[in-house]
């Protein structure tokens, strides 16, 4: 008897399941697709389930996939991969990582007729909590007598509120730009999102055309993307 329950035990060992393969997410933004794989092997035949929390996304018979088509920040966060059979069970985990969305400049009027100007953004959600880091990036823009626009090295301010406030030159075209920091990096810069004025109020002779009412910025050649680094991130 000692025998056959040894046999018993050794067969049950040798059909436990191995998860042999399992997706391993790169760092995701907004609206990307996933499509997140779990491959196991036994001898035995293994069932594979996807887990998000207790709730089961996906499940097969020796792989499970689960595609997410267009990912939002809700998200993010600890993805499971169960292996089950008769003589046991197999776990991995992965965990999704999503950059923060840029957030929406809520300025509308273009034409500026005031040298001290606030520019306002939306807040940012990310990962439950709201966004505290932002980057506003702006650029002057000018226009050539041969209708060519040539566009200066962009300048960055990174920021922890809402609002950003600018002191404007006159007769100057500008661009601004806002990204939105989370614990992974910063926010694509959407193209759709930047906001063009131009000021129409006379030159005022002050020294201070185009400088903030904050810290003096720092030079970038173009709007930075998730492997550049930051001293301020999100707290969470």
């Known amino acids: 008897m000692p025998e056959a329950r040894s046999a018993v035990t050794l067969k049950n060992s040798y059909d436990r399941p191995s998860i042999t393969y399992v997706t391993t997410p790169s760092l995701l933004r907004i609206g990307q697709y996933v499509s997140l794989n779990c491959t196991a092997s036994a001898v035995s035949p293994i069932h594979v389930m996807w887990y998000k929390g207790p709730k089961v996304l996906a499940s097969g018979i020796s792989e499970a996939v689960f595609a997410l088509k ?22 991995k985990s992965v965990i999704l990582r999503i950059l923060p969305e840029s957030p929406k400049i809520l300025n509308t009027k273009k034409k500026i007729d005031d040298a001290s100007w606030t520019l306002r953004w939306s807040a940012v959600n990310s990962e439950g909590h709201r966004v505290t880091s932002y980057t506003v990036w702006h650029r002057v823009v000018h226009v050539a007598r041969d209708n060519i626009t040539r566009e200066k090295p962009w300048l960055r301010e990174n920021m922890t509120g809402l609002i950003y406030h600018k002191e404007l030159a006159a007769d100057t075209p500008y661009m601004f730009a806002v990204t939105a920091w989370n614990r992974w990096g910063e926010s694509l810069l959407e193209t759709d999102k930047i906001l063009f004025i131009s000021t129409d109020f006379p030159d005022r002779n002050t020294k201070k055309t185009d400088q903030t009412l904050h810290t003096e910025p720092e030079t970038s050649v173009m709007p930075s993307n998730s492997k550049q680094e930051s001293c301020f991130h999100e707290q969470n």
């Open 70 to 91: 267009n990912i939002t920040d809700k998200d993010w966060g600890e993805f499971l991969c169960v292996a089950k059979n008769f003589a046991g069970e197999d776990k």
